[in-house]
T-cell receptor, first 111, second 107 residues
Framework: NAGVTQTPKFQVLKTGQSMTLQCAQD?????MSWYRQDPGMGLRLIHY???????DQGEVPNGYNVSRSTTEDFPLRLLSAAPSQTSVYFC??????????FGNGTRLTVT | DAKTTQPPSMDCAEGRAANLPCNHS???????VYWYRQIHSQGPQYIIH???NNETNEMASLIITEDRKSSTLILPHATLRDTAVYYC????????FGSGTKLNVKP
């Protein structure tokens, strides 16, 4: 199984540009979430979803949009990128068991 | 917010037990405590979880105080590969990872 797949692995954006970070899982997990991790810091929850059509905010949702039209996919949209959004972004999924399965991350730089 | 408090760093000699504490004083009665670790810049990996009783698996042991306001993760025989950042979290839908504890296992 592929598990949780994040694309792209690396991305450089200019301030004001928009982009979508992709996250897909093939484990039929209902729960999916997005985290960001700044250098030397822990992970902070951006948004999460408990199933298709249901999303909610985490700690740091401002500047990010999400939607969940299918069980498999949970894209994260940056509408107008800012340097403060330079970070590593992790997507994670699980079912009812407590084991969050993480992707390998997307390293985003905003100049 | 489901915040936890952990020491920023700890050292441990290889082969010795590593005891990592976590304070989670705002946890509610039916919430589990979960422990994860992050090696280098990979995504965090699940280690263990518990509610009230002490738990053990092939990776670690988890000791939860009777009042459930704190817990300790025990790696019984730490190896160099256990060098990582360790996080304790709770709140099933909103895991707040915080800054964790950087465990340095030294030869």
């Amino acid at each position: 199984n592929a598990g949780v797949t994040q694309t792209p692995k690396f991305q450089v954006l200019k301030t004001g540009q928009s982009m979508t970070l992709q996250c897909a899982q093939d484990m039929n997990h209902e729960y999916m979430s997005w985290y960001r991790q700044d250098p030397g810091m822990g992970l902070r929850l951006i948004h999460y979803s408990v199933g298709a059509g249901i999303t909610d905010q985490g700690e740091v949702p401002n500047g990010y949009n999400v939607s969940r039209s299918t069980t498999e996919d949970f894209p994260l949209r940056l509408l107008s990128a800012a340097p403060s959004q330079t970070s590593v972004y992790f997507c994670a999924s699980r079912n009812m068991e407590p084991t969050l399965h993480f992707g390998n991350g997307t390293r985003l730089t905003v100049t | 917010d489901a915040k936890t408090t952990q020491p920023p760093s700890m050292d441990c000699a290889e082969g010795r037990a590593a005891n990592l504490p976590c304070n989670h004083s705002t946890i509610s009665g039916n919430e589990y405590v979960y422990w994860y670790r992050q090696i280098h810049s990979q995504g965090p990996q699940y280690i263990i979880h518990g509610l009230k009783n002490n738990e053990t698996n092939e990776m670690a042991s988890l000791i939860i105080t009777e009042d459930r306001k704190s817990s300790t993760l025990i790696l019984p025989h730490a190896t160099l590969r256990d060098t990582a950042v360790y996080y304790c979290v709770y709140n099933f839908n909103k895991f707040y990872f915080g800054s964790g504890t950087k465990l340095n296992v030294k030869p």
